[in-house]
């Protein structure tokens, strides 16, 4: 039987079967001996943990942490112009947006901007159907809340520089 | 009056003994299938993790025991009971040592020296299949009342092997009292007369233990916990003591039998020894040669994967047992040749 | 008669109509922008351009008029790319705005460009710059730039309600739409243009970009403004409305309201609004519980003999309503003194929909039986006031202070009160049952000219629940082929339907307030009578059986339409 390795080298290579194992592969023993030898070599090997509080992992630009509204740099406001398609696109109908008028050339902007964590799946819909590259997923993945008040992120905590999701937005670029 | 105040110190020095080693025994199996899948395991209780057995003690004891409304409340509070008792009762007649003198007194190293060591411990872990019946009959939960019938198809099955996977060291050593037993391997040990028998009784041990790959009755995939899906808090850890318990016995038992007790093979460096101090080397080897059994316990849960019911019942009927048959009737016949 | 083929279709259709009218009555819709049924036919848009046998170029069928055997087809692959084009002609200057545009979700430009557009652009150069925000007058914002010049507005304001207001100036791509010089947009009826502009060009000061057109639930109801009784949409979000618009009726506005009734929802909205019922206590209203605050009304009017009472309907209450308190009044109080008041402002009338008397159903109020028999009217209560007469005075849903003398009259006697807002009635009051007002309960107005039409359930009550509205619909979808949101389908949104009581977006405020004819039943039968009415549809019933005007009538013949009482 022939199998393609998924690196593309051919190699070929018999499938034991039942019908045609030998006595010794039959007794299964050294079989099974083989199997132990390979999980004991295995305590020696290096490990991969992260010792989590301590060391904390650094996710590449491709990961998606809690939805966070663009701060541009230049000027100092978020980018959101309240459309609302976030919210209607959201799958788990975790955003809620109320818009009002600004004197602002945008015209639009979200007096109130909520995003629930605790209905929010991380699916990133919202980020994909934003006009404005205004919300996109951080690289935070740490949250923890008491309560389900606590659990409504509002515009204090969802605010955050251009500057600090650089990567991010970088890679939406790239794959846009 | 002086014995049984000795038999009672003894019994609580061995109960203790074999709580702390069951609890390190927690601690060790989790790190070691940590290393072996490339984690670490727990390490943050005091240095190198070391304390965590004594955190999930306490966090145990405290925790919520819940009790199924329709359950039988009575057998559901006494099946871990009978568990624990089997488990710490085999201990009675386990020689760890020959004895000790102190003020020209000999203190045997053995609970309870009786003449019939060997058939107590057999009957007794066979008694061990009533806890986890009545455990997962009482619960009143399909899941357990499917791993309880498993547990005890399964126990009875392979109690057959191990049975008489033992004559044939009966027959070697020609006395079934266990001190007798280790003494005849002073110079040879049993697994070099017997290696067909010896690995008939080690299989047999994994699947009276339940341990993997012989786990059925508690296949998580299928039956949720087994029989102690239904146990919370410190009952089920007297489930889970039981099991630890199980298989310390067990390789105290392979040990005894095959690998010689506290002897080393061909030499004999107890003779002329001080007593007390022979004692002392006696019980470290004898618990050494013991632990190894136990790694090799914790290796085959990491390693194999869990039988089919349907192949768990075919090599114990249909292999282990005909072998183990064969293996005492050469056994017999070399005897009486020789 | 003409015979045409539309698609493949062959219909008989009268003569005169247009291909655009004619598709329309066999169900097919051809997309178009400046044609209006309410308006004269412009033609400037080209959206409507159809394929015509026998002509040599594409036809626009909005002007088009139907000859007999003539041939059309309106999803040829020529009117497809002329769609296509007309569609990326427009779009060459329109701002890329739906974002923050609120006419997005209810746009013709932008379902239109959905479904018929070449769905890419080719247009590289910057776009034309024009005056954004502008105020055209109080209620009125214009973004010039989103025009697309179909002057639908400015015919609104020449053929409509005949006071041009608005018009072009300029040409090509400079094209301005504005007022003329120093004017403003502040007729009142200006708003509708918002509605029958087909883009966002238009916008309400008040609604601007308060919610988007997707999150809001539409619900059915007749304008409390005046006694015409306009039809209406009432749109919620999270238990508030937000705005108000016309909803089509042929027989009573047809395509339009009045700017005053797109108003009428403030109230409901207010911080003056009466949450719970209240009692007296001590000199001071406090709020109480259902059971206290009607058993608190039954033991005042226990102890009054017949005719020591006066009781008073609304014209703002419904039939249900004022039914049942008459019948109150005279089967179980036993009073002579039933009437209501009418608020008449006269003068403020014109020949197109306002009307001078500012309430919705004083002719359903007299018709069911709220009206003075031969000196027992408002004016004899007055005079019954100062002359001691009564010792209790039952209002419902009224202000019935009209002047100081009445304010300090009712001193005298105990008063209850249903009312939805706070009021000078409900200064001197004994006990206030809390009212649901025309957008928390269901019921019927009849208006002047006899046409009994249906309200309904918009904002919830504290006891309802979405899903016990009175009937379940579908969410909104356009209809195939149009740019036109089907807006009765629109009901329920999904925020509407899927909130809980921990999303703030759901968790708007519920009012602990009931319709005036469930709490006139609970104090009667506190009283010693036997009502068992469980819903206002169970009044309506009744009141079909007894009051001759209404024979025959029911909700399901009322409908979304309306249907007029037997006048003979
Ligand atoms: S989609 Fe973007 S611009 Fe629109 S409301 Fe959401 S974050 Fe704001
Ligand atoms: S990530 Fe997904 S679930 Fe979370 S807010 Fe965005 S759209 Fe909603
Ligand atoms: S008018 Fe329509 S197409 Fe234009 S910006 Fe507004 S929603 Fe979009
Ligand atoms: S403002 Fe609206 S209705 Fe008026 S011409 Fe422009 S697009 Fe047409
Ligand atoms: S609708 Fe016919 S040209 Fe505008």
Known sequence: MTQTKIDGRAKTREIKRKANLNLLERLYLPEIFKGLSITFRQIFKPKFTFEYPDVKWQPPASFRGRPVLVVDDETGVERCVACGLCARVCPALAIEVVADETELDKERYPKKFEINMLRCIYCGLCEEVCPEEAIVMSKEYELVFTSREEAIFGKDKLLTPASKLKDRLEFLRKMR | MESILIAILKAIIFILLFLTFSAVLTYVERRISAFIQDRLGPNRVGPFGLFQPIADVV???????????????????????????????????????????????????????????????????????????????????????????????????????????????????????????????????????????????????????????????????????????????????????????????????????????????????????????SAILQVIVFFGKASLIIFLFMLVRWTLPRFRYDQLMRLGWQVLLPLALLNVLVTGLVKILL | MAKITIDGKTVEVKDGLTILQAAQEIGIDIPHFCYHPALSIAGNCRMCLVEVEKMPKLAIACATRVIDGMVVYTQSEKVKKARQAVLEFILINHPLDCPICDEAGECKLQNYTYIYGPGHSRFEEEKAHKPKRVPLGPNIVLDVERCIMCSRCVRFFDEIVKDPQLTFTQRGDRVVLTTFPGKRVDNPYSMNIIDICPVGALTSKDFRFKERTWNMTAVESVCPGCARGCNVYLWVRNNQILRITPRVNLEVNRYWMCDYGRFTYKPVNSDDRIKNPMIKVNGELVETDWEIAVETAASILKSVKPDEVAVLGSAYATNEDNYLLQKFAKSVLKTKYVDFLRHVKDGDEDNFLIRADKTPNSYGAYLVGVRSNNGFGFNEIVEGLRTKKFKVVYVMDDDIVLNDEIYSLLDEVKVIVHATNKNKTVEKADVVFASASFAEKEGTFTNFEGRVQKINIAVLPKDYEPWMLYKPRKFGEVKPNTGEINKANLALSRLFKFGTQFDRWASGERRNVKPSWWVIMQVANKLGAKFTYASSSDVFKEISETIREFKGLSYDLIGDEGAMINKN
Request: charged share 15%; proline share 4%; hydrophobic share 50%.
């Open chain 2, 59 to 277: 966090k145990i004891i405290f925790k919520e025991e819940i009790i199924p409304a329709n359950a039988d409340r009575t057998l559901h509070t006494l099946a871990p009971i009978i568990s624990l008792f089997v488990a710490y009762s085999v201990f009675a007649v386990l020689p760890i040592g020959e004895k000790l003198v102190i003020d020209g007194k000999e203190i045997k190293l053995v609970l309870a020296d009786v003449n019939v060591g060997f058939l107590y411990i057999l009957a007794l872990s066979s008694l061990g299949v009533y806890g986890v019946t009545l455990s997962g009959w009482s619960s009143n939960n399909k899941y357990s009342l499917l791993g309880a019938l498993r547990a005890s198809a399964q126990m009875i099955s392979y109690e057959l092997s191990l049975g008489l996977s033992l004559v044939g060291v009966v027959l070697v050593s020609g006395s079934i009292q266990i001190d007798e037993i280790i003494r005849s391997q002073a110079n040879v040990w049993n697994i070099f007369y017997q290696p067909v028998g010896f690995i008939i009784f080690l299989v047999s041990v994994f699947a009276e233990t339940n341990r993997l790959p012989f786990d059925l009755p508690e296949a998580e995939p299928e039956l949720v916990a087994g029989y102690h899906t239904e146990y919370s808090g410190m009952k089920f850890g007297a489930f889970y003591l039981a099991e630890y318990t199980n298989i310390i016995t067990a390789s105290l038992l392979v040990t005894a039998f095959f690998l010689g007790g506290w002897y080393f093979p061909f030499v004999d460096i107890y003779s002329g020894l001080n007593p007390n101090l």
